[in-house]
């Protein structure tokens, strides 16, 4: 029933920045995760970033600390990924994603593209 739209994605040089946006609907919120997934060709999907949507809580891959930032905007039940010091290796389809009640739900992803 919760549904995930992300925006944002683009083709952006090393060393760019991009922001990705997450606007869940369909459910209450009133408890659940918040995260960020990224998929290349030929990859795993692998985890970015998370946040505890009551308390703010963020955990990020040691691949993206101190260059993603991942926050949440209650009043809008939307999460934002800033994207800084864009790397090649950082080219994927950003997925968001929600876990509620033990169940996980996807948006459709954005492709980010960083090439010089």
């Known amino acids: 029933q919760v549904q995930l739209v992300e925006s944002g994605g683009g083709l952006v040089q090393p060393g760019g920045s991009l922001r990705l946006a997450c606007t869940a609907s369909?459910?209450?919120?009133?408890?659940?995760?918040m995260g960020w997934f990224r998929q290349a060709p030929g990859k795993e999907r692998e985890f970015v970033a998370s946040?505890?949507?009551?308390?703010?809580?963020?955990y990020y891959a040691d691949s993206v600390k101190g260059r993603f930032t991942i926050s949440r905007d209650n009043a809008k039940n939307t999460g934002n990924l800033q994207m800084n010091s864009l790397k090649p290796e950082d080219t994927a389809v950003y997925y968001c994603?929600?876990?509620?009640?033990?169940?996980?739900?996807w948006g459709q992803g954005t492709q980010v593209t960083v090439s010089s």
């Open positions: 994603n929600a876990r509620v009640a033990g169940s996980d739900y």
């Open positions: 946040i505890t949507w009551s308390t703010g809580s963020t």
């Open positions: 369909g459910g209450t919120f009133r408890s659940y995760i």
